[in-house]
């Protein structure tokens, strides 16, 4: 038990659902107890264990139970039936401006809030401008917290409990709401408990963000888990169940943003087996695609990225560096394609990438897909570092 951070143990909870406000006093005042109401059950017999130091995403959609576990996990429900144990300081960072007193300023919402979570004013004190400086609001820390926007709430809420010792983080979709830098900000932070030993559990719908810095993925649906294990695997099959697609090794599925203009039709590797790719370094590396295009489009300019497993971002490489366009499209045209990572350099490790089509200017992005395509990368020397140049040795002056 003292390497697990969560346990929960056949948790159900059970919402009563009425057709009708007034069945409700029919139920509570009949004498033989008439039942009014139908059993919804937002959870049901939820059982699992999360190790001390994972980073676990939770995935779902909306109403598949999600917030109810987080809220269950940190005090604010109690289950109708079940237990669960967490071991460590917690500290969660839920609704938006859960925790926060509207009326008060930014400075004293630091206060009240970090009180709630259980640090002391000297505590506080002592991290005071490293929360300052995380949130990044400037003078509006002054202002009361009900003239804030949403990314302003967030921004201070996250910086709290980022700044807070936690063996424990909770966080339901607080990622979503700012822009790229604090994001990224966060992700760091996320990174830097991690290393530290901390035990992350999340709800996210951004699948990329997932994929990218959590070692395990649990998938609700209905209050029950639907899988759990590989984040990859996870939301690869998480995708295909909301779109109602089977997920090939082909890619006949490919987890993209919806732009209206064009989709990804296919988005894979040519390889033979239906495991994950594995290349070798100094090994040519081919994506090949097909785009769609939903409504005309004018010529495109195709960028690929890849991504380590961690997130940090690799390679990002535009057909338009070497003067390369592709042809303009009517509607429901299909057009195929592919790039080749050259002798890849790319170091030992797993890695995802991502495909975009643009419009000549850089403008309009016609389509996008998801941080979504996994391969690996292995060598038979040994590697340092995140990739493996080639160089040239040799003795005498330079």
């Known amino acids: ?72 996990l940190t005090g604010v429900l109690t289950p109708t039936k079940g237990s669960f144990v967490t071991n460590g300081r917690v500290l969660a960072l839920l609704e938006l401006g859960a925790g926060f007193n509207p009326d008060l300023t930014g400075i004293e919402n630091i206060y009240f809030n970090a009180t709630l979570l259980g640090a002391t004013k000297e505590e506080i004190d002592s991290k005071l401008n490293a929360i300052l400086e995380f949130a990044d609001i400037g003078e509006f820390v002054h202002q009361a917290v009900k003239t804030y926007s949403s990314g302003m709430y967030v921004r201070l809420a996250f910086a709290i409990v980022a700044n807070m010792d936690a063996d424990l983080l909770i966080v339901d979709e607080a990622l979503s709401v700012g822009d790229v830098a604090f994001r990224n900000k966060c992700m760091k932070s996320i990174k830097q408990l991690r290393d530290h030993g901390a035990t992350i559990l999340f709800v996210s719908h951004d699948l990329s963000t997932l994929q990218m810095i959590c070692n395990r993925a649990i998938w609700l649906d209905r209050g029950e888990v639907k899988g759990d294990g590989d984040p990859v695997n996870i939301c690869q099959d998480y995708h295909s169940y909301m779109t109602g697609e089977i997920l090939t090794s082909k890619g006949s599925l490919v987890p993209q943003q919806t732009t209206g203009m064009a989709k990804f039709e296919k988005f894979y590797f040519d390889w033979n087996d239906d495991k994950k790719p594995m290349y070798k370094t100094g090994q040519d590396i081919r994506f090949r695609f097909s785009l769609k295009a939903l409504k005309p489009i004018e010529k495109q300019m195709l960028g690929i990225s890849v991504y380590r497993s961690d997130g940090d971002w690799l390679i990002g490489e535009a057909s338009s560096k070497v003067g390369f366009f592709f042809s303009p499209m009517s509607e429901g045209e299909l057009q195929e394609g592919f790039c080749e990572l050259v002798e890849n350099c790319l170091a030992p490790g797993d890695y995802l990438a991502a495909i975009a089509a643009w419009s000549e200017d850089l403008s309009i992005c016609y389509a996008c897909t998801e941080v979504s395509l996994p391969f690996s990368v292995r060598t038979d020397f040994p590697s340092w570092g995140k990739f493996a140049h080639p160089c040239r040795w040799g003795l005498g002056k330079a």
């Open 1 to 72: 038990m003292t390497d697990i951070a969560i346990k929960v143990t056949n948790i159900s909870k059970v919402y009563h659902l009425y057709d009708d406000p007034v069945d409700r006093l029919k139920e509570a005042l009949h004498p033989m107890r008439k039942k009014y109401h139908r059993d919804f059950y937002a959870l049901s017999d939820l059982s699992f264990e999360v190790n001390k130091g994972e980073i676990v995403g939770v995935v779902g959609k909306n109403g598949s139970g999600k917030s109810t576990l987080l809220k269950i």
